[in-house]
Every structure is written in C-alpha cells, then in structure tokens.
C-alpha cells in the first residue's frame, strides 16, 4: 500500500505544480492592480513569508538539498574536497621539529658541583711534571738548533712555561702559607690566646721580602730583570693620557 501510495503521490507532483503554478499567476494578477500603499499594508497583514510564498513559491527543494559529502573508497587514499571551497590565503606549513642544542659550561653549572681549587690543583698536578718535561727538551733543542727564526721561538717558549711553572709553585706555596696561618690560629684560639692579624700592608710587604729572596737563589741578573720589569709597570701606571678637552 504504501508503494502504491508513493507512486501516486510521485505522479501527482506535476500536476499540483501546475495547479500551484496557475493558483500564483491569478494571485499576481489580482496584486498588480493594486497600489503600494496597499500592497504594503496586505504584508504587514499577512506576514512577509506568507506574501513571498504566495508570490514566488515555497524554498522546499533548496532546503531538501543536503551537501555532498566526498567519501573515500580506501582509507589510505587522500580525502576529495570540494573544488567549490575557497581554499584560505594561511595555511599552516608542516616543518620539522629541530631540538635546540644546549650547551653546558661546568663553571657556572649547579650540575658538575662546586668549584674547589685545591682540589683541583691536586688532581691536574701532573701537568706540571709535564710542563718540566717541555723545558728540559726545548733546552736541549736550544743547543742544538742553528737556526735563528726557530732560536727565537723556542726561547719565547720556554719563557711562557717557565713563567707558568713558576706561578704554579708560587700558588702552591700560598696555599701551603694559608693552611699553616690557619692551623696556627686555629691552635691560639684553643690555648685562649688571641692571634696577631696582619692587615694587607703587611702581608705585601712579606710577600716582596720573599720574592727578593727567590730571586737572589737565582742569580743577580734574575733581580734586575724583575726590577727593570717593576720599573716599567709602575712607568706605565703614572703616565696617564691627558683629558680630553670637552
């Protein structure tokens, strides 16, 4: 019955156009011979949607118009968009993530723990052994070379790792000084004396006293070249460039 009923109501579509068709033009006809004063007074009665359907006829077709939707026939395929879509003026552009390296200095990282220079002098204290060693072959080299370019390379060298390893010791024999003033005091303090602090004055002036002292072991010429070198310094310190005039 209901097939039936369908194909009925299937067949009788055209001829109730027509009918809604010729029911719309009568309607037209008897509106054109009306002003507009009273056209406009028929739709305020009526309702603008009901004086548009009678006028133009129902939008039923457009709104039982669904959207095409674009499916796949295999997953793996790409997804068919409609040519009808503008396609946006922005579009996101895939680009590959690059992890920024990050770079580590164990001065200033709270990861490689705290810096301790005695301990370090203590573990990097073979450099030294090695340093001896470069002196002991540049001097041998130094006899034995006859070229002057290379003469004159080989004593700026020596010279460098000489002046390192003299600094080396020098740091050596303070940290040593430090520790004996410290269990020094340390061992005042424990018999209720109260320890002697030398100011800064005084601690320098030890400090020449036993440079000097080195210096003699060395030999007399080792003395005036630290003294023509102090000379120098201090030369440089007192001449100053005049102010510039503003």
Do not use: W
């Not at 793996?76 to 003026?89: I, Q």
């Not at 470069?134 to 034995?144: P, V």
């Not at 005036?224 to 510039?244: C, D, E, G, N, W």
Request: proline share 4%; with cysteine; hydrophobic share 25%.
């Amino acid at each position: 019955m209901s097939s039936s009923d369908d194909d009925g109501s299937e067949e009788n579509d055209p001829i109730r156009e027509e009918m809604d068709d010729g029911e719309r033009t009568a309607i037209r006809a008897e509106l054109s011979t009306l002003s507009f004063e009273e056209l406009q007074k028929l739709k305020e009665k009526i309702g603008a949607k009901v004086y548009k359907e009678a006028l133009f006829g129902s939008n039923k077709k457009e709104k039982d118009e669904k959207p095409k939707v674009f499916k796949r026939e295999n997953k793996n395929r790409p997804r068919e968009m409609s040519s009808k879509k503008p396609v946006s003026m922005i579009r996101e552009v895939p680009t590959k993530i690059v992890h920024k390296k990050e770079v580590r200095d164990p001065r200033f990282d709270s990861l490689c723990g705290e810096f301790d220079k005695k301990q370090f002098s203590q573990d990097y204290s073979f450099l030294s052994d090695l340093r001896l060693n470069d002196i002991k072959s540049i001097r041998a080299e130094l006899k034995q070379t006859d070229d002057p370019e290379r003469e004159i390379k080989l004593r700026r060298l020596l010279q460098r790792l000489t002046e390192q390893h003299r600094a080396t010791k020098r740091g050596k024999m303070e940290i040593e000084k430090k520790k004996l003033e410290k269990d020094f005091v340390e061992k005042e303090f424990k018999e209720g004396k109260q320890p002697y602090f030398k100011n800064k004055t005084e601690q320098k002036v030890e400090a020449l006293v036993k440079q000097y002292e080195e210096l003699k072991k060395e030999g007399a010429g080792r003395v005036q070249r630290h003294l023509k070198r102090r000379q120098q310094k201090v030369k440089k310190k007192t001449i100053r460039p005049p102010a510039s005039v503003s």
